[in-house]
């Protein structure tokens, strides 16, 4: 390869964070409040639910599978750790207990995936009805209330640690160990090379379904997790709660540039892809613009991302 | 030759990105004639058909059909020339029918309804398959339902029917069962009766010494050659390949005998293979022989855990090995390089260095953590004792020959230390350097005491290489033949059925 296509190869590897930078900019030219700390921890903080679902999405892409229950699973793991809260539970063990949920609920996507052999499209779009139809009947449609009054149980999603929002720590720390877990740990070469090719993979002796199981589990977690942060802030857990996040979670898995047919991609672009979506949102908020055109400017970077990333493979 | 050839080649040159892949190559092939293209990968085959063709478009030099010079710009432009190629890689779509592949962008219809007239293209179908002599092929089979040999009479078929006045074979019978080389072999006769043109780019000399007229050489890109099959003779076609005389075509091997390392028990999977019972010595290679669809490599896919045994035992150093997933394979020193290097054995868009840890993973970490300096010491020895040429350890997989990737794929077993190590096929589609190359691997590793078992369907090679030969028919033991036993004649006949 000559320079030339050298240095094109590690633009495009770049791409997205030229554009969050490009967006960043052209937004604090527009608008005055944009630069200001309040809104950018703000924005921080709204994105790190995404982010969380998005950061396990990025694994379960990675092995060439996609995951359409974090939604639900969402709704389904932060109602019943509702539950055991107004139960009078301790709150730090029913949101340990809660996060268990969310590993037992993502391993059943895992098994019926690698067991049953169903495609993950299918098994998750199924397991993404019943999650959230196990949600309305536990509530019975109604948001479940009066959780704690613990102040390490606000502290999920309303706390601060030297100023910054504490779900904004949350994210980065979870991003640093998945970082790891995927550059360092022999677990993330298995999810590269499952998503690379499984046949091989079985071959050279991995487990894929057990990598498989666990990166459904990862990402069921995240979204419990996810999950309560939202229901710490709002100091209940709602049955609706995570409607179309799969969409927000996959979307900026797929603009930080990670390939949907598995085997390539970084966590770190999904933390971009996340902070465009963030970006995106928030700029156009501030700059008054109606949240109808906000969806279209989001489909169309999308688009423009991934049209990207296949000129910058061909 | 008196007349004009059908197609002529001259003086073509060819750079990407400012890479020289074709030096000033001439190349020419007469009507009737059957001329074979060689040299080693990446000499330059696949781009001068690709220029031929009109997929890629030469840089300098002359391309001429029937004397006339001619700029194709697409494909389409020399297919409507008569000049139709049989890749590789076959372009049968395997959910459709025979006929229905055959008529591929092609369908006819009823005047211009739209509407297919199924009927004729049945007809015309089975006459295409008749004029081959095929009559095995039903015109309502599932393509994805033959064999892979009668999957290329289709696309031959294909080609014949379209009054191809030259067609490209590339590897036509990497895939196929002697019997389907034969009958390949009188198809192509006939095409050179009817006064059709073959280029045959093939790395079996039997083969080209077979069937072919002339033969041309490239290497590195240059011209070497052009020489009549009668006038040279397999050493002059390997040095004019290689540029310098490779010696013995297979290593001396010097196995004395050893201990029974390795031993299989009447294993059995139902409706494949039955009763399999052999055993392996330290240091011994033991080939394996058989026609294709025997069962050869299902009873390998078994032995590694990649498929359940339903029955029978597998020891290693007189110990029961439970293997129930290739994982328990390797813990015990196991490793098998598959048959199938692009869909089983390599990842093919990752680097040369992430799939040589790929099965060394337990000894370049501790606690699940990777170090980084052991990986890159693992892989910089393993590429170093293979000798494998790529720009370094990042480079990806697929850009690599297949010399170079079947060491890869082997460099990453030898990671392991095994003590049997499986070999399907390691040979094919390997140039005839490289696979020099592998056998004295083999013969290394069999030095330091580690069993070898190889299937291979390379008659020559199994019996060059191999120290004891097991022959499997329709998936049992035909026989085990002692090295000095053996014979092309015996083999084949217990690999058919016979006594």
Same mark, same amino acid.
């Given at each position: 390869?000559?320079?030339k296509?050298?240095?094109?190869?590690?633009?495009?590897?770049? =791409?997205?964070?030229?554009?969050?930078?490009?967006?960043?900019?052209?937004?604090?030219?527009?608008?005055?409040?944009?630069?200001?700390?309040?809104?950018?921890?703000?924005?921080?903080?709204?994105?790190?639910?995404?982010?969380?679902?998005?950061?396990?999405?990025?694994?379960?892409?990675?092995?060439?599978?996609i995951?359409?229950?974090?939604?639900?699973?969402?709704?389904?793991g932060?109602?019943?750790?509702?539950?055991?809260?107004?139960?009078?539970?301790?709150?730090?063990?029913?949101? %340990?207990?809660?996060?268990?949920?969310?590993?037992?609920?993502?391993?059943?996507?895992?098994?019926?995936?690698?067991?049953?052999?169903?495609?993950?499209f299918?098994?998750?779009?199924?397991?993404?009805?019943?999650?959230?139809?196990?949600?309305?009947?536990?509530?019975?449609?109604?948001?479940?209330?009066?959780?704690?009054?613990?102040?390490?149980?606000?502290m999920?999603?309303?706390?601060?640690?030297?100023?910054?929002p504490?779900?904004?720590?949350?994210?980065?720390?979870?991003?640093?160990?998945?970082?790891?877990?995927?550059k360092?740990?022999?677990?993330?070469?298995?999810?590269?090379?499952?998503?690379?090719?499984?046949?091989?993979?079985?071959?050279?002796g991995?487990?894929?379904?057990?990598?498989?199981?666990?990166?459904?589990?990862?990402?069921?977690?995240?979204?419990? %997790?996810?999950?309560?942060?939202?229901?710490s802030?709002?100091?209940?857990a709602?049955?609706?709660?995570?409607?179309?996040?799969?969409?927000?979670?996959?979307?900026?898995?797929?603009?930080?540039?990670?390939? %949907?047919?598995?085997?390539?991609?970084?966590?770190?672009?999904?933390?971009?892809?996340?902070?465009?979506?963030?970006?995106?949102?928030?700029?156009?908020?501030?700059?008054?613009?109606?949240?109808?055109?906000?969806?279209?400017?989001?489909? =169309?970077?999308?688009?423009?991302?991934?049209?990207?990333?296949?000129?910058?493979?061909k | 030759?008196?007349?004009?050839?059908?197609?002529e080649?001259?003086?073509?040159?060819?750079?990407?990105?400012?890479n020289q892949?074709?030096?000033?190559?001439?190349?020419?092939?007469?009507?009737?004639?059957?001329?074979?293209?060689? /040299?080693?990968?990446?000499?330059?085959?696949?781009?001068?058909?690709?220029?031929?063709?009109?997929?890629?478009?030469?840089?300098?030099?002359?391309?001429?059909?029937?004397?006339?010079e001619v700029?194709?710009?697409?494909?389409?432009?020399?297919?409507?020339?008569?000049?139709?190629?049989i #890749?590789?890689?076959?372009?049968?779509?395997? #959910?459709?029918?025979?006929?229905?592949?055959?008529?591929?962008?092609?369908?006819?219809?009823?005047?211009?309804?739209?509407?297919?007239?199924?009927?004729?293209?049945?007809?015309?179908?089975?006459?295409?398959?008749?004029?081959?002599?095929?009559?095995?092929? @039903?015109? @309502?089979?599932?393509?994805g339902?033959?064999?892979v040999?009668?999957?290329?009479?289709?696309?031959?078929?294909?080609?014949?029917?379209?009054?191809?006045?030259?067609?490209?074979?590339?590897?036509p019978?990497?895939?196929?069962?002697?019997?389907?080389?034969?009958?390949?072999?009188?198809?192509?006769?006939?095409?050179?009766?009817?006064?059709?043109?073959?280029?045959?780019?093939?790395h079996?000399?039997?083969?080209?010494?077979?069937?072919?007229?002339?033969?041309?050489?490239?290497r590195?890109?240059?011209y070497?050659?052009?020489?009549?099959?009668?006038?040279?003779?397999?050493?002059?076609?390997?040095?004019?390949?290689?540029?310098?005389?490779?010696?013995?075509?297979?290593?001396?091997?010097?196995?004395?005998?050893?201990?029974?390392?390795?031993?299989?028990?009447?294993?059995?999977?139902?409706?494949l293979?039955?009763?399999?019972?052999?055993?392996?010595?330290? /240091?011994?290679?033991?080939g394996?022989?058989?026609?294709?669809g025997?069962?050869?490599?299902e009873?390998?896919?078994?032995?590694?855990?990649?498929?359940?045994?339903?029955?029978?035992?597998?020891?290693?150093?007189?110990?029961?090995?439970?293997?129930?997933?290739?994982?328990?394979?390797?813990?015990?020193?196991?490793?098998?390089?598959?048959?199938?290097?692009?869909?089983?054995?390599?990842?093919?868009?990752?680097?040369?260095?992430?799939?040589?840890?790929?099965?060394?993973?337990?000894?370049?970490?501790?606690?699940g953590?990777?170090?980084?300096?052991?990986?890159?010491?693992?892989?910089?020895?393993?590429?170093?004792?293979?000798?494998?040429?790529?720009?370094?350890?990042?480079q990806?997989?697929?850009?690599?020959?297949?010399?170079?990737?079947?060491?890869?794929?082997?460099?990453k077993?030898?990671?392991?230390?095994?003590?049997?190590?499986?070999?399907?096929?390691?040979?094919?589609?390997?140039?005839?350097?490289?696979?020099?190359?592998?056998?004295?691997?083999?013969?290394?590793?069999?030095?330091?005491?580690?069993?070898?078992?190889?299937?291979?369907?390379?008659?020559?090679?199994?019996?060059?290489?191999?120290?004891?030969?097991?022959?499997?028919?329709?998936?049992?033991?035909?026989?085990?033949?002692?090295?000095?036993?053996?014979?092309?004649?015996?083999?084949?006949?217990?690999a058919a059925?016979?006594?």
């Amino acid at each position: 390869m000559n320079w030339k296509a050298n240095l094109f190869k590690d633009f495009s590897k770049l =791409g997205p964070l030229i554009g969050l930078i490009i967006m960043v900019i052209f937004l604090g030219f527009m608008s005055d409040a944009f630069f200001t700390l309040d809104n950018i921890l703000n924005l921080l903080r709204q994105i790190s639910v995404n982010a969380l679902i998005a950061f396990g999405m990025t694994f379960v892409i990675l092995t060439a599978g996609i995951d359409l229950s974090v939604g639900s699973l969402l709704a389904l793991g932060s109602a019943l750790t509702a539950g055991l809260l107004t139960s009078g539970m301790d709150p730090m063990l029913a949101v %340990l207990l809660g996060l268990l949920i969310g590993l037992g609920l993502g391993a059943i996507n895992g098994l019926i995936i690698t067991k049953g052999k169903v495609a993950p499209f299918i098994a998750t779009l199924a397991t993404m009805t019943v999650y959230r139809g196990a949600t309305l009947v536990y509530t019975d449609g109604m948001p479940v209330t009066g959780l704690s009054d613990s102040f390490a149980f606000e502290m999920i999603g309303g706390g601060y640690v030297f100023g910054i929002p504490f779900p904004v720590i949350l994210m980065l720390a979870v991003f640093l160990i998945l970082f790891f877990v995927l550059k360092k740990t022999v677990f993330g070469r298995q999810v590269y090379a499952v998503g690379g090719n499984e046949e091989v993979s079985v071959l050279s002796g991995i487990k894929a379904d057990r990598v498989k199981i666990w990166v459904y589990s990862l990402t069921g977690m995240l979204s419990v %997790l996810a999950g309560l942060i939202l229901t710490s802030r709002l100091n209940s857990a709602q049955p609706t709660a995570g409607e179309m996040f799969e969409l927000d979670a996959i979307a900026a898995v797929v603009i930080g540039g990670t390939s %949907l047919m598995g085997g390539r991609g970084r966590i770190t672009g999904t933390l971009i892809g996340a902070l465009i979506i963030g970006v995106i949102d928030n700029g156009l908020n501030l700059m008054n613009v109606s949240s109808f055109y906000q969806q279209i400017v989001k489909g =169309g970077v999308i688009l423009l991302a991934v049209l990207l990333d296949r000129k910058s493979n061909k | 030759m008196p007349n004009t050839p059908f197609a002529e080649m001259q003086g073509i040159s060819k750079s990407f990105s400012g890479n020289q892949v074709l030096k000033s190559v001439n190349f020419s092939v007469d009507k009737g004639e059957v001329h074979a293209l060689v /040299g080693e990968n990446g000499a330059g085959k696949s781009t001068l058909i690709k220029i031929l063709t009109g997929i890629h478009k030469r840089d300098e030099g002359a391309v001429r059909i029937n004397g006339k010079e001619v700029h194709f710009s697409h494909p389409k432009e020399a297919e409507q020339q008569g000049i139709m190629v049989i #890749h590789q890689e076959l372009n049968i779509i395997p #959910h459709l029918t025979v006929t229905e592949n055959m008529f591929l962008g092609k369908n006819i219809a009823y005047g211009k309804t739209g509407i297919l007239n199924t009927k004729e293209m049945r007809k015309q179908c089975k006459a295409n398959l008749e004029r081959l002599g095929v009559s095995t092929i @039903d015109p @309502d089979d599932i393509a994805g339902d033959l064999s892979v040999g009668k999957q290329q009479m289709i696309e031959i078929a294909r080609a014949v029917s379209t009054n191809a006045e030259l067609i490209v074979m590339d590897e036509p019978t990497a895939a196929l069962t002697d019997r389907e080389i034969d009958s390949l072999f009188e198809v192509i006769q006939s095409l050179r009766k009817n006064g059709v043109a073959v280029i045959y780019i093939s790395h079996r000399m039997e083969e080209i010494f077979r069937i072919c007229d002339r033969i041309t050489v490239l290497r590195d890109g240059e011209y070497i050659g052009t020489k009549n099959v009668t006038d040279v003779d397999f050493d002059g076609i390997v040095k004019m390949m290689v540029g310098r005389e490779l010696g013995e075509r297979f290593p001396e091997r010097d196995y004395t005998g050893g201990d029974v390392i390795f031993e299989v028990k009447s294993l059995a999977r139902k409706g494949l293979f039955d009763d399999i019972s052999f055993s392996v010595k330290e /240091g011994e290679i033991l080939g394996v022989a058989g026609l294709m669809g025997a069962g050869r490599s299902e009873i390998m896919e078994t032995i590694f855990g990649y498929t359940h045994k339903q029955n029978g035992s597998i020891h290693l150093n007189g110990k029961e090995l439970p293997i129930k997933h290739p994982s328990d394979a390797i813990k015990a020193g196991i490793g098998f390089i598959t048959e199938d290097r692009k869909s089983k054995g390599l990842l093919t868009d990752f680097s040369i260095g992430d799939n040589i840890s790929l099965t060394n993973m337990k000894s370049v970490s501790s606690n699940g953590i990777i170090s980084a300096n052991k990986e890159h010491r693992l892989i910089a020895e393993l590429m170093d004792r293979l000798k494998v040429k790529a720009t370094g350890a990042t480079q990806e997989a697929k850009a690599l020959s297949g010399g170079n990737q079947q060491k890869v794929v082997i460099a990453k077993w030898l990671g392991i230390e095994p003590k049997l190590l499986i070999l399907d096929e390691p040979t094919r589609g390997v140039d005839v350097g490289a696979k020099k190359e592998i056998y004295n691997i083999m013969n290394e590793l069999t030095k330091n005491g580690v069993a070898i078992i190889m299937v291979s369907s390379d008659l020559p090679e199994v019996l060059g290489v191999s120290d004891r030969i097991m022959v499997i028919y329709e998936g049992r033991i035909a026989n085990i033949f002692d090295r000095d036993q053996a014979d092309q004649e015996n083999i084949m006949t217990a690999a058919a059925g016979g006594e």
